[in-house]
């Protein structure tokens, strides 16, 4: 499985992005699929997840406005990103959860201006 995310930019505090993240080797198969973070100079840290059953966990940073979902039929997960904060800023990846290290793809880059 190869993972590819994008969907990424530079956009102004308050507006949306939604991201994509397309699995190549499909993501049926995964119990638990979640959505990651990396700030600069920050650890990464996991923002989104969704279970096969349809549970969702947030970080409390993005509850309310950051929305987890996927489409098994084109192997793609998503991560619905509203009311950007410039602390949002990071490079975000998808993975499963618990994540696996060889799955780390380049992630895509969101920059949230103030």
């Known amino acids: 499985v190869q993972l590819q995310a994008s969907g990424g930019g530079l956009v102004q505090a308050g507006q949306s992005l939604r991201l994509s993240c397309v699995a190549s080797?499909?993501?049926?198969?995964?119990?638990?699929v979640g959505w990651y973070r990396q700030a600069p100079g920050k650890q990464r840290e996991r923002v989104a997840a969704?279970?096969?059953?349809?549970?969702?966990e947030y970080a409390d940073s993005v509850k309310g406005r950051f929305t987890i979902s996927k489409d098994n039929a084109v192997n793609t997960v998503f991560l619905q990103m509203n009311s950007l904060k410039p602390e949002d800023t990071a490079v975000y990846y998808c993975?499963?959860?618990?994540?696996?290290?060889?799955?780390w793809g380049q992630g895509t880059e969101v920059t949230v201006s103030s």
């Open positions: 080797g499909g993501i049926s198969g995964f119990k638990v």
């Open positions: 969704l279970t096969d059953g349809g549970s969702f």
């Open positions: 993975n499963r959860y618990p994540y696996q290290s060889e799955l």
